[in-house]
């Protein structure tokens, strides 16, 4: 992801933070029913957004109708129930129909420019905080996380590890290992915002993801069967590897109901560890150099110059609803909000398709990406099996 310009508005990551929490303070007031009504809370935050970046209007308002079309008709197919049955979510969609856009038609610059990608992307992670509670963490019990800790730490040294091997670069090893550890694409794009990725590697990584996690979801739970291993096992195991959430349900679901408790549970507590992760990593990446880059003392100017703002609003949003919204309010309004989430991640990954072209990357990146994520998801679904059978084989 690039970098700003100092002499454009507000940053990108305090415009996401402003404006998400202007979404949540909306929702707690006043309930967004309907496809209509979301759409002129979108295009009205994304439009402010535009305003306070100093982005120019009317390009905004040329392309933004297109996004919200293509990513409008990928919930509706994701809302089918056969599909919402195979676990297919309307992200996966999104990026099809945006890269098969992309891809065959040259879209005018003007309109790749005013895409506001890494926005949707920000804004969606700052309202994913609103279902990160406390008392979740907390109800989940230590097992959860301490498989969650074991796995990410491991799996993302290895994956790493794999490929500095392969000889990829910096950017492309970060969002990887992320994505294969943590929870997949949700961690490929904290990491991306955390470092400033490219955004073309962080589509090639995402396509990863989405193409690996839908084999997983349906051979898994049939392996699992065969072996004979208890459902708390298997949904551990499966929570542990499988790298979307809507993939982890539909697999559990294939199990049993223990089993897709479990899963959800491993998978929530690897969510969790999405905002310590992008500190971590935003610290090492200001500190270190990567790809040559200069290195620079670790000061606390530098740390905070690079930190990624829009972590503190998903932190501060998980704080909001954990100790300071009642329980009752947050039943209210938690799928108005989540539906807001959903629909600014969908917005984010058409955009993401519509500006990759498979020309522009085909050569430089090849096969080793995949190789590496699938030689490291390889070692999760291992790791992950064996810390399983151990925490939840009892």
């Known amino acids: 992801m690039t970098e700003q310009t100092k002499s454009s508005g507000l940053t990108e990551d305090w415009t996401a933070v402003i404006l998400g929490f202007t979404i949540i303070l909306f929702s707690l007031v006043v309930r967004v029913p309907g496809v209509l009504w979301q759409f002129v809370l979108v295009l009205s935050v994304v439009l402010l957004a535009t305003v306070l970046q100093r982005k120019p209007i009317v390009?905004?308002?040329?392309?933004f109708p297109l996004v919200f079309m293509i990513s409008f008709i990928a919930q509706m197919i994701a809302a089918n129930k056969t599909i919402k049955g195979l676990g297919l979510e309307a992200v996966i969609f999104s990026l099809v129909f945006g890269l098969i856009i992309g891809n065959t038609f040259k879209l005018p610059d003007w309109f790749k420019k005013s895409l506001s990608t890494e926005l949707f992307v920000k804004i969606g992670l700052v309202l994913l905080g609103t279902s990160v509670l406390f008392k979740d963490i907390l109800q989940a019990g230590s097992l959860g996380l301490i498989q969650a800790l074991v796995v990410v730490i491991s799996v993302w040294y290895f994956a790493y590890w794999v490929c500095k091997k392969l000889k990829l670069d910096e950017e492309l090893s970060m969002?990887?290992?992320?994505?294969?550890?943590i929870c997949g694409v949700s961690a490929a794009i904290a990491t991306a915002g955390a470092i400033k990725g490219d955004p073309k590697k962080l589509s090639y990584v995402i396509s990863i993801v989405l193409i690996t996690a839908i084999p997983m979801m349906i051979v898994m739970p049939y392996v699992a069967k065969y072996f004979g291993w208890s459902e708390e096992v298997t949904g551990a195991w499966l929570g542990g590897t499988i790298d979307t959430t809507g993939a982890v349900v539909a697999s559990g679901t294939l199990v049993g109901e223990k089993a897709l408790a479990t899963s959800t549970i491993v998978k929530f507590s690897q969510n969790v560890l999405l905002g310590i992760a992008a500190f971590a990593i935003s610290i090492y990446w200001s500190v270190n150099g990567g790809d040559g880059r200069k290195k620079e003392k670790p000061t606390a100017a530098v740390i905070w110059e690079r930190f990624p703002k829009?972590?503190?609003?998903?932190?501060a949003a998980s704080l909001l609803f954990s100790f300071f919204v009642p329980t009752e309010t947050t039943k209210l309004v938690k799928d108005s909000l989540k539906s807001i989430q959903t629909l600014f991640f969908v917005l984010a990954f058409t955009s993401i398709g519509l500006e990759t072209r498979f020309s522009d990357f085909s050569g430089s990146l090849g096969w080793k990406p995949f190789v590496a994520f699938l030689v490291a998801q390889g070692f999760n679904i291992v790791v992950t099996l064996i810390v399983a059978m151990i925490l939840f084989g009892s």
């Open 310 to 315: 829009f972590v503190l609003g998903f932190i």
């Open 175 to 181: 969002m990887l290992s992320s994505a294969v550890s």
């Open 59 to 63: 390009s905004f308002l040329k392309m």
